[in-house]
DNA sequence: TCAAAAGTGTTCGATCTACACCCATGG
DNA sequence: CCATGGGTGTAGATCGAACACTTTTGA
């Protein structure tokens, strides 16, 4: 019999880097390496909501951007069992976290999207397609506001994609282009405390987006 | 326990149609209901392989383009029991395809994309999933040459992005674009016995499209 | 000689890129 | 009044849409 599990890939942004939510294992097999958070898939469950079940488990979430990466399904992947696993990806916004009790912060670390530790399982693979995933979708689908607060400057979303693409991009060409979209709606609320020209706070606005959605727009970077 | 199966959504190209190749379901649930091809994962074979098996048993075709769509695991999408299903797509060549002895041409049928009949669980929305892959893929992966013979000339190719995109291109600019891409080789055959001056017919540049690809190149539409 | 589809030249406007510059704030 | 990062104007290159035109074949 093949079992299934589901795993999360849950991205955040901190310090203008992009981050991967990774939890030490307490059982075997690969007991003590760090792995994605999930579980095995319960009969009554959808996968879905077995993604979303780890994540509020986890960070105590709800409601989050959660998307489905792909199956895989080496022979070989998991040790001493069949075990294919279906993995999702999710955003959150970093500052929303704590994790739930008993994870301590020791069990339960953000680590670097470039500097990854060693995995259990093909989980490297695993945060690869995601990452890769994150790169094409974030290009025609406005997700990345997903990991900022609600209010974010102009500078504080360039910053994401920058992590998220692993390129520099063009201040006034990244502007020019998020202007034309009209997705932003101007907060009318200002950085503070500064050494510099305070930038403003903008929101994302959700009705624009489903207008604009359903007229068949394109997001384009 | 929940089960696994792998189904795929194969692709051709005829008469200037985007097709997909069906099955009439022999036993219950569904039976006598059209569905995509697949079968339940064996503990031994990997999904990736037991989607290559498939196609292998219908189409008694090797080496083909495939590629993972996702996995579908509703909880009531198979009736009676958990099924969760993993499906894949590819593309073939049709004038290649000939079917496996003991598959009728009554049992197995190639659909257009938009005349699908009624389908068995939730194939119509894999089928919807795997055609909105292909829109993306196609745009920034040269794929579409896998639905057309060795040679071809580029109204050919041309008409296999009308049918998958479902929008009309300029010839003129259709072209441009190819030829500045470099990865047609002109094989300096043409048409033969048309009542208008004769295409040139050309075939994919393998080596090239690799060369390209080590170099960070990108295939856009 | 005609119809039909292959294949090419060229214009015009939109978009992208790059660089230079001004602005508001805290120290 | 200076350093710092926020925010804008604009010229030039590149790209894409559209249209008109020539070419080669079979009937």
Redesign the pocket.
Known sequence: MVETSVDCVIFGFQHEKLKVLLIKRNNEPSKGLMALPGDFLDKSISIYGSAENTLKKITDLDNIFLEQIQAFGSVDRYPGKRVITISYYALINIENYSPRAGYTAEKLVWCDIDKLPELAFDHQKIIESAHKKLKRRVRYEPIGFNLLPKEF????LQQVYEAILQVE?????F???L??MKLLINTGN????????????YKFDENMYKHLKEGGFFF??
Do not use: D, E, G
């Open positions: 400057s102009l500078t504080n991009l063009n201040k006034r060409n502007r020019t282009k202007n034309q200002k950085q503070k405390n500064v050494a510099h020209k305070p930038a403003i706070l384009k970077l």
